[in-house]
């Protein structure tokens, strides 16, 4: 697995139009990251945007960040994937996740059923068709019968990333993914988090340097280093106050619950900008890139050092659309 690798994810992703996919997708490039992560949003279908940054480049890597495994059935899931693929010219990594209940019992209209052996079995299928092979899998999530795809991927092993957070699933990452999507883990616990994902590779006889340590890192360059905390900060107070229980637990397990607690009372009280406020400095740069780029750059060289080999920046929603360019050239550059 290469090392020193670094990732974008699509800025704006929410409501950004076709023609800045492709203006960003190509800015990306030319700033050297080596892939532009594109999230499955609450409103936003990832496939069609990967198909538009596909063919808007000609070098850089792209990945599905993420695409739910209870929303498109493995056999959709192999279909999109190797039509990407074949598009990119065989550029595409398959990010993929269980996201939580309430996404997929009331978005999805599916039962959020055994996430991990639907992980695995999902995963399982995927090899199979993606290698070319004729699926039958009769597991206790997935049953498969005859499935083989008509459309080959270029590559001879499509890449499948897994995006994971608790150490049962960081362990299964291990195990069977060729790369792990980690989200919310304070930099000071990186080695920590990794310990899982080196227990599953061991479990599969293989090397922890197999699989890819991707996170998506927050990052906020400005020359005032009090400003990009701030910056920062709704976003940080969004997760724990609007997103469920679960990054309030995450960071409550790693060390940040009195922090956590503040924040989630915050946002009932007075919404985002009230969470905000609750925000601590010191827990802003265990989860964020801030302040200007030699700054930036001292913490992905801890990062890296922590195991982590493609960090996948967020750059954040408030910056302008004239100021892309410049910014991804001057992030670029870290790499």
């Not at 936003?44 to 990967?50: K, S």
């Not at 399982?124 to 206790?140: H, K, P, Q, S």
């Not at 976003?235 to 995450?250: E, L, P, R, T, V």
Request: with cysteine.
């Amino acid at each position: 697995m290469a090392v020193n690798r670094m990732g974008m994810l699509l800025w704006r992703s929410e409501r950004i139009d076709a023609e800045g996919i492709a203006r960003f997708a190509r800015e990306a490039e030319g700033a050297g990251f080596d892939e532009l992560w594109i999230p499955e949003t609450w409103v936003r279908e990832a496939g069609i945007q990967l198909a538009l940054a596909a063919q808007a480049t000609e070098r850089i890597r792209l990945g599905s960040g993420i695409f739910n495994i209870y929303g498109r059935s493995p056999g959709l899931l192999a279909q999109t994937a190797a039509e990407i693929d074949v598009l990119s010219g065989g550029r595409f990594d398959l990010g993929l996740g269980v996201s939580g209940p309430a996404v997929i019992e009331n978005w999805h209209a599916q039962p959020f059923d055994r996430p991990l052996r639907r992980s695995r079995e999902v995963v399982a299928a995927l090899r199979m068709a993606l290698a070319g092979e004729r699926v039958n899998l009769a597991g206790e999530t997935v049953r498969m019968e005859g499935f083989r795809l008509r459309r080959k991927p270029v590559q001879e092993r499509l890449p499948i990333y897994l995006a994971a957070n608790g150490p049962d699933n960081t362990r299964l990452t291990g195990e069977i993914a060729d790369g792990w999507i980690p989200h919310f883990v304070p930099f000071s616990r990186t080695e920590e988090s990794i310990a899982p994902l080196a227990e599953g590779a061991a479990r599969a006889g293989r090397a922890l340097a197999e699989v890819d340590v991707a996170p998506f890192v927050f990052t906020a360059p400005d020359d005032n280093v009090g400003r990009a905390r701030e910056r920062v900060k709704p976003s940080i107070a969004f997760y724990i106050g609007a997103m469920g229980d679960y990054y309030h637990a995450q960071l409550t397990r790693y060390g940040y619950g009195e922090a956590a607690d503040a924040i989630r009372a915050g946002w009932k009280r007075g919404g985002r900008a009230a969470a905000a406020r609750e925000v601590p400095d010191d827990l802003v740069d265990d989860l964020a890139l801030c302040g200007p780029l030699p700054r930036i750059a001292e913490g992905l060289d801890r990062l890296r050092g922590a195991g982590v080999t493609h960090p996948i920046l967020r750059i954040l929603e408030d910056v302008e659309e004239g100021e892309t360019a410049g910014l991804l050239e001057g992030l670029g550059k870290l790499r």
